[in-house]
């Protein structure tokens, strides 16, 4: 069963509700022009039926559907949590959720993309570009790590080197923002795609041709964290990126 997930985190980032749906729409935007198929028709988080409302993918109407899903006091420290779906013919189940725009010290903020499947597999073309997905996230939301994972993936990197799950880490991919690249060896396997922001892209699929072996992954992370590219922020935190 297919079950790959795109992910980013970053720090404390005071933003409104507007500026969060900005990012949200130029995401849906980018993944749009990725491949049409899987990423179109998105859905109010529910019950995940056909009947669920269809979302709008316009800042004004994201703007909107935030503000109702996101209700309480204090949400400028916590942040705005949203979520949508999308399950269209012959493509895969994604989900996308966010939490962005909180203030807390001690809040990670976070971007997902998960595809799951029972009749798509990993070399449908959408999986084979998750890297250049990541790098999509990492620009429309600014995060500080990221990663492309599957679950044997995860589990492997996770159990090696006892990791929460807030912790940068490498999976089939990685993202590093423009500080923690600074401090990334120059010779890891994999193609390099730098971000417009100073960030890069480690690629161990070479562009979606290639599965990296288990071992690869865990010497890739083994490296970066030597080289303090791949530290947690420090908490409380007093940044976004490093």
Known sequence: MLYVVVNGLWGPRAESVRSVAERWSGTLAALK????????GWHEAGDDLP????????????????????????????GYTSSSWARNPKAAYVSLTTHAGGTSRYAPHSVSLV???????????????????????????????GQVYDKAVDAAVT???????????????????????ARAPEDLPGAYVRTADGGLV??????????????????????????GALEKLPVPFDRDRY
């Not at 022009?33 to 179109?40: E, G, K, L, V």
């Not at 409302?53 to 209700?71: C, G, V």
């Not at 159990?159 to 690249?181: H, I, K, M, Q, Y």
């Not at 070479?206 to 030597?226: C, F, M, Q």
């Open 115 to 145: 595809f799951r499947s029972r009749e798509v597999d990993e070399t449908a073309e959408v999986i084979r570009r998750t890297p250049e997905i990541l790098r999509v996230l990492a620009e429309q939301w600014e995060i500080d790590a």
């Open 51 to 78: 009947s669920d409302p269809l979302l709008e993918p316009s800042a004004p109407a994201l703007a909107e559907y935030i503000e109702r899903r996101n209700t309480g006091p204090d949400l400028d420290v916590v």
């Open 202 to 227: 480690v690629d161990l699929t070479y562009g979606g041709t290639k599965s990296p072996e288990i071992d690869t992954v865990i010497e890739v992370n083994e490296r970066l964290r030597a080289a």
């Open 159 to 181: 159990e090696r080197f006892d990791l929460e799950n807030s912790a940068p880490r490498c999976g089939r991919a990685v993202f590093l923002s423009a500080g923690r690249a």
């Open 33 to 40: 022009d990725i491949d049409a198929q899987t990423f179109d």
